[in-house]
């Protein structure tokens, strides 16, 4: 489980479309060999860790390739980390799984005073989970919704998750990992059976 806080922005050093490398700082601290950390939004297991080059390894299967954009990495390629979370500790964002719903894109990007307003456009299985002023996590990041439209929603960055995250790596056009709040998924999968058997007006 993990808050949607980013500790830190690593970067790919090599990916085969199985291994994952990657170099960091904060996150190597207190980091050990089979444990959880996000990347990018998706949970994965740490199955190596090298002091020497600071990096940690983790393994991608096909499911998690279908799910995000992790099979766009190369090296150099940026991506959100954080640990997971330790009971006691304070939750500055929303319970995150790390379990990437699907993949969005990224329809425009308008400035408003000192933010910047994403319109992300996401597939009918994430929109229908989505709430006005409730969570989405965007590659990891817990976000706001300001708005939800059909096939779309919008979420304002302030000048620090912009400057401390991947989102200034996001123009428009750009594909993002979407997890939505797992509370709106666990509701509607309790009330769909009543709902589809509602009498047909």
Do not use: W
């Amino acid at each position: 489980m993990f808050s949607g806080i980013i500790e830190e922005v690593g970067t790919v050093v090599r990916f085969d479309g199985e291994t994952l490398v990657v170099r960091a700082n904060q996150v190597l601290e207190d980091l050990k060999i089979s444990e959880s950390i996000m990347v990018a939004g998706a949970c994965l297991t740490v199955t190596a860790l090298s002091e020497t080059d600071f990096t940690f390894t983790v393994e991608t299967v096909p499911e998690t390739l279908v799910r995000t954009n992790l099979s766009d990495l190369k090296p150099d390629s940026k991506v959100n980390l954080e640990r997971s979370l330790r009971y006691g500790d304070r939750v500055g964002g929303h319970m995150v799984q790390g379990h990437v719903d699907g993949v969005g894109r990224v329809r425009s990007i308008i400035e408003d005073g000192n933010s910047r307003v994403f319109v992300i456009e996401a597939a009918e299985n994430i929109i229908e989970n989505v709430v006005e002023k409730g969570y989405i996590t965007i590659d990891g990041t817990s976000l706001t919704v300001v708005d939800r439209n059909t096939d779309s929603f919008s979420i304002v960055i302030i000048p620090f998750t912009f400057d401390h995250t991947t989102m200034k790596e996001r123009p428009e056009g750009s594909k993002v990992n979407l997890e939505a709040d797992v509370t709106a998924k666990y509701v509607a999968n309790l009330i769909a059976p009543y709902l589809n058997n509602l009498p047909k007006s």
